[in-house]
């Protein structure tokens, strides 16, 4: 979505200062964004696909925890840049044109995108290495909604409030970043005890909801996936777990509450 935003206040800019014709150079470098990010995701899995024993459950486990840092990263990046957004982008543009280079336009939309394909792929791979199909279906529907709201923000013409519009956005990539924290832990805690290492209490269960996993309501099921992605949702969980997740939300969903309230204050 990010990028789709970026990439369609950069048209809207081209084609409302008589340039339209230059778009076509943005668009290369979207293409070349693309291209690249899938061969980067297609590296993750064939990567994955040659590990064996503990080392599978050491790789999700890591990938998940960086997604938690790409997640964080971009709810940073929607408090601090998101409001000044438009105006930063137009004046980047402006500059490119002042110049003269058209591959400056190729660089800038190839950055813009290869930047979020990377990021994409690292949030996409602890569910991707689960759940192929239903992953790369979603990820799809995901970037068809996100190119057509971004159409219908700055092609169109349709009011929003960015601000807002990332606010939420925000809450919801920290409940998702939060259920990632705390299946990268469980994924640790699984490697370490099949290398023998002890974890002690941490690696006890705090819970068992004795749910089966034929049941609609387990964390693989039809209803409890959703809320697995979601909410970080599970039947069973250590206590590492249970404290990673829950300090990642308490830190987090205070900050961005503390943010966008004195950006309000501000005006």
Known sequence: MEAALIVGII????KRTGRTLLSKYVYYGV??????????????????????????????GIAALLAVLVLTSMVYWMATKGRRLKAEIETRVEAFMTRGTT?????????IVFREGVETVLFLTPFLLVDPLSTLSGAVLG???SVFLAYLFFI????INIRRFFYYTSLLLILLAGGLAGYGTHEILEYMEEVG??????????????????????HKGLVGSVFAVMFGYTVTAEWA??????????????SVFYVYSRQIREG
């Open 241 to 254: 777990r249970i404290i990673i997740h829950a300090a990642y939300l308490i830190i987090m969903l205070p």
């Open 11 to 14: 048209s809207a800019y081209l």
């Open 197 to 218: 290492v002890n974890t002690g209490w941490l690696g006890e269960p705090a819970f068992d909801l004795n749910i089966p996993g034929d049941n609609p309501l387990h």
């Open 103 to 111: 591959l400056a336009l190729v660089s800038f939309s190839f950055i």
């Open 143 to 145: 970037i068809m909604a």
């Open 31 to 60: 293409y070349l964004a693309i291209f690249v990010s899938l061969i980067c995701g297609a590296l993750v899995w064939f990567t994955y696909g040659a590990l064996v024993g503990p080392s599978k459950a050491l790789f999700e």
């Open 156 to 159: 169109v013409g349709m009011k």
